[in-house]
């Protein structure tokens, strides 16, 4: 009995407790969740290539940019998994065709990572930087 008491006596302190109102400074409901932050892709092409072609990079088959000899490029992404591709540029004597292979990269939030973009006379690809 007594026991049974006790219990009553808690749970009623308990219901009070619940209903008492919650301090100004603590929100009752949980605030938005923070967007996550994007994720950097840099592409940079050197000045010693075979050929003054122009590039063209490739994000998800769609192309985000040119790129000269010397010439580089930073993109501000959402973090995931992305497909990234170069290819000669079709425009002018180049003619180039599009991406032969895409790349797959997955990016973390705030990651940022490097690559180079590679041109030889037969071919044209990307490699990581490696810091």
Known sequence: MRYLALIVLGLCCLTTQASDPLPAD???????????????????????APNACDIELYVN???????????????DLPSGELSVAVALSPDGYCGGRGPDV????????????????????EQVFLAPVID
């Open 102 to 121: 895409a790349q797959s990269v997955l990016l973390r939030p705030g990651e940022t990572r490097q690559f180079a973009v590679v041109v030889e006379p």
């Open 61 to 75: 088959q769609q192309v985000v940019a040119k790129l000269g000899p010397g010439e580089h490029t930073s993109l």
């Open 26 to 48: 603590i929100e009752q409901t949980p605030p938005d969740p923070v967007a996550e932050a994007p994720a950097r892709l840099i592409f940079s092409r050197d000045n010693n």
